[in-house]
């Protein structure tokens, strides 16, 4: 089992920058980590994955450049860096652990999920 817990969400301004943490606990060796969001009335999608030595990262084509997923194993954290927030950005941030060692984009290859924390962005 792997326990996920998000923080770091809140309200900002477009343009500015936020940065999400994820704290895991549990048998958390060998886990690709991801983040996804859910906006309301929307499905929830992809937004960023980091194999399990940080290695490799995968962002969807919507943050890519502007968003940075990175994690410190050692600390058993994952972090999503923020930048350049558009108002298109608001939503739910989940934070998704997978069982395996590479970055994955679908949410069904992803076993443990957090609450997930809010995002929202004022234009």
């Not at 996804?36 to 994955?49: D, I, M, N, T, Y």
């Not at 969807?60 to 930048?83: C, E, P, T, W």
């Not at 950005?89 to 609450?115: F, H, L, M, P, T």
Request: aromatic residues 12%.
């Amino acid at each position: 089992q792997v326990q996920l817990v998000e923080s770091g969400g809140g309200l900002v301004q477009a343009g500015g920058s936020l940065s999400l943490s994820c704290a895991l606990s549990g048998h958390t060796f060998n886990t690709a980590m991801g983040w996804f969001r859910q906006a309301p009335g929307k499905e929830r999608e992809f937004v960023a994955s980091i194999s399990w030595d940080g290695g490799s990262t995968l962002y969807a084509d919507s943050v890519k450049g502007r968003f940075s997923i990175s994690r410190h194993n050692a600390r058993n954290m994952v972090y999503l860096q923020m930048n350049s927030l558009k108002p298109e950005d608001a939503a739910v941030y989940y934070c998704a652990a997978a069982r395996g060692i590479w970055c994955v984009s679908e949410q069904n290859k992803y076993n443990y999920w957090g609450q997930g924390t809010q995002v929202t962005v004022s234009s």
